[in-house]
């Protein structure tokens, strides 16, 4: 079993930028590819970026491609979401799921097996 627990989330302008944490208990979290996904108030969880187990495959929403960066320290058990030039519609939750199948690519909430408890992010315009 994997639990997660996100952190970096904040208050911030819009243009400026935050960096959101995604740490795992487990001795298996290489295993684990990791997305990252978020939530507005009222509205469907959405896939925001995913990075599979070794870390060589990445994957992005349109909406993010060239501002969001995801990462990961398999030695630090740590997925990070580096974002760049924030918009007010980037305000959300931020959520943090792992996928056992190793790959991060789905934008499909219900392929991933574990979940964080979120991180808000709110952008001022």
């Known amino acids: 079993q994997v639990q997660l627990v996100e952190s970096g989330g904040g208050l911030v302008q819009a243009g400026d930028s935050l960096k959101l944490s995604c740490v795992a208990s487990?001795?298996?979290?290489?295993?684990?590819?990791i997305g990252w996904f978020r939530q507005a108030p009222g509205k469907e969880r959405w896939f925001v970026a995913g990075?599979?187990?070794?870390?060589?495959?990445?994957y992005y929403a349109d909406s993010v491609k060239g501002r969001f960066t995801i990462s990961r320290d398999n030695a630090k058990n740590t997925v990070y979401l580096q974002m760049n030039a924030l918009r007010p519609e980037d305000t959300a939750v931020y959520y943090c799921?792992?996928?056992?199948w190793g790959y991060g690519n789905s934008h499909a909430p219900g392929i991933y097996n574990y979940w964080g408890q979120g991180t808000q992010v709110t952008v001022s315009s």
């Open positions: 990075i599979n187990r070794s870390g060589g495959n990445t």
């Open positions: 799921a792992a996928d056992r």
């Open positions: 487990g001795r298996t979290f290489s295993s684990y590819g």
